[in-house]
Each structure stands twice: as structure tokens, then as C-alpha cells.
């Protein structure tokens, strides 16, 4: 019935439950479904603010992340430390058999995704990576020649040329959550203080982190997206969805996103559905071109003052 008994969820871009593909993946072949989340010290070391808002956003969204696991019977491991190493020794430490995540496109997240990788072989473990944040990826989108687009309007014209329902439907996890792992006794999270910051404006400037926070700004997206395409661009005009943060953490699928839009139909939907698009393209860009984080894609633009 089960493929392997044990396999670890790595949440890192996917803080949600709900339609997320490297968790539906792993219940679906393993009897018994463990799940982690790593503040990795290799990213927040870096970071030159300790009131920084992205660090608070996240720990929220992973405290609520792990409340609702432990609804429904399982638990979150949140750990402090560097991924490349904490990664392979939990996934040794619970004898997992393979460890899924849903893919990352950046230079760090690739460099850092493949060290676990080796770490994982050595010991006879293999790290699943499941597309998760975009709709389309690598080799999905290609011009006739097989190759990558490098202008956005045609590759915007070929993804909605094989976008179907198949690629807009949600993974339902909720039909395999009697698989996840139960915890023996109640475990704990680290601090924000723990992990060497301090709380931020999130508060004084509403937002709300995690799935509650992204669900009811798409809520109130939906009653004002007619009107996007006149409005996004008026700082003084509550004209945006406000889902940008939400998009980059995984608090709410793209899935979902882009399955409202595309159905709704009209110029506000499609203006926005425009933008989801871009998001693929630009993280497609960033896959195969990493040096496009910190250089211009070409590289004749680079002395622009």
C-alpha cells in the first residue's frame, strides 16, 4: 500500500497546508509523514536588521503553520541552525526514507538544496523536489525550438497556450492528513528572541501573517479585481491584492490564484493573471540564469548609472 514508511516534509516556500504539493506527495507514498521547518542561520546571519519584517512574517506564518498540523494530528519540527547539515541528521534521526520539498529556482535555495541532496545520498536517502510555487517550470514553457523564452509576451502567449485544469486543480491533502506523524508530548518553537530578533511593525502596519491573513486579503481582492487594471497603480487607491508577501512564503497557493482569475475573466482578472504569469517567467529566468539576481540579464546594461 505505502511506497516507504517514513518520510520527512520540508517546508520552506509553502508555509500552508492546504494545496500544497511536497506535502500531498509525501502522504501519498509514506505511511507515516514527519514534517520540519529550519530558520537557517546561513540566511538570517546575513541579515543587518533584527526587527527585519520578513523574519517575523515567517515566524507567525510557521507558528500557525504548526498549529495546524497539530489539528489534525500531527506536529512541526522548527529548528535553528544551518539547513545543509540540520536537514540530513533529522532526516536520520526519524529514519526517513526521503525527504520532501517543494522546488526553489534561486542560486542560494539550488546551492543549498543540492549540498542536503549529496548529504542525503551518502546515506542512502533522496531529496524529492516537487514543483509547488509556480504553475509552469524548466522545461514546461518552451519555444518550438525547444529553447527558453527570453521576452515575456510570447512566453505569456505559449503558457496560457497549454494552461488546463489539470495544471489550475488543487492537491487534496486533507484526504491523506491521518498520515502524519504524532508527537509524543507537545514541542516547542523557538522565540523570535531565540532566534536573535525582535518583534517589527507587522502589527502597527495590519498585516496579518499565515493562511488567515493571505485568505482574507484574496477575499477582499475578488469584491475589487474588476477594477484592478484602472487601480494598481495608485499608491493613494486600494487598488493592489496585497498578495505579494503571501506569494513569496507560500502562505496561499498560486494554484488558487491563478484559477480565480483565469475563470473570472475580464480586464482587472487578466491584468493580474498577467502578473502571476510573470512570476513563473521570472523565476524560470532565474533557474537557468542565476547571475540575473545581482546582474542585468544582459549584461551590456550593467553600466547603466
Known amino acids: 500500500m505505502f511506497d516507504m514508511d517514513t518520510a520527512l516534509i520540508w517546508f520552506r516556500r509553502d508555509l500552508r497546508v492546504n494545496d500544497n504539493a511536497a506535502l500531498y506527495a509525501a502522504l501519498k507514498v509514506a505511511r507515516r509523514v514527519h514534517a520540519v521547518f529550519v530558520f537557517d542561520t546561513d540566511i538570517l546571519a546575513a541579515l543587518p536588521d533584527r526587527a527585519d519584517r520578513r523574519v517575523e512574517f515567517i515566524w507567525h506564518s510557521v507558528a500557525a503553520l504548526k ?11 522548527v529548528l ?22 517543494g522546488r526553489d529556482y534561486e542560486p542560494f535555495a539550488t546551492s543549498r538544496d ?84 525582535a518583534p517589527s511593525n507587522l502589527t502597527q502596519l495590519k498585516i496579518t501573517p499565515g493562511p488567515a491573513g493571505a485568505e482574507a486579503l484574496f477575499a477582499d481582492f475578488q469584491q475589487r479585481i ?19 508577501v503571501h506569494l513569496r512564503f507560500g502562505t496561499i497557493s498560486i494554484r488558487q490564484l491563478a484559477r480565480f482569475a483565469y475563470q473570472h475573466g475580464g480586464e482587472g482578472a487578466e491584468t493580474w493573471l498577467s ?18 539576481v545581482t546582474h542585468a540579464f544582459q549584461s ?3 553600466s547603466l548609472d
Open 275 to 292: 502578473e502571476l504569469i510573470w512570476r513563473d517567467f521570472y523565476q524560470m529566468l532565474l533557474a537557468r540564469y542565476p547571475h540575473t
Open 80 to 101: 535553528h541552525g544551518s539547513a545543509r547539515s540540520l536537514i540530513p541528521q533529522f532526516a536520520a534521526a526519524i529514519g526517513a526514507e526521503a525527504v520532501f520539498a
Open 226 to 244: 474588476a477594477r484592478y487594471k484602472d487601480t494598481r497603480n495608485f499608491p493613494a487607491i486600494k487598488g493592489p491584492s496585497y498578495l505579494s
Open 300 to 302: 551590456k546594461f550593467d
Open 114 to 197: 543540492a549540498c542536503v541532496e549529496t548529504a542525503l545520498h551518502t546515506a542512502g536517502r533522496t531529496l524529492k523536489r516537487v514543483k509547488d510555487q509556480v504553475i509552469f517550470e524548466l522545461d514546461e514553457v518552451l519555444t518550438a525550438a525547444g529553447k527558453p523564452y527570453h521576452v515575456f509576451t510570447p512566453y505569456k502567449r505559449a503558457w496560457l497556450g497549454k494552461l488546463n485544469d489539470f495544471y489550475l486543480s488543487a492537491y487534496p491533502v486533507a484526504l491523506y492528513l491521518d498520515r502524519l506523524a504524532h508527537a509524543a508530548e507537545s514541542i516547542s518553537m523557538p522565540t523570535l528572541a531565540d532566534l536573535g530578533f
Open 67 to 77: 498549529a495546524e498540523l497539530e489539528a489534525h494530528g500531527g506536529t512541526l519540527h
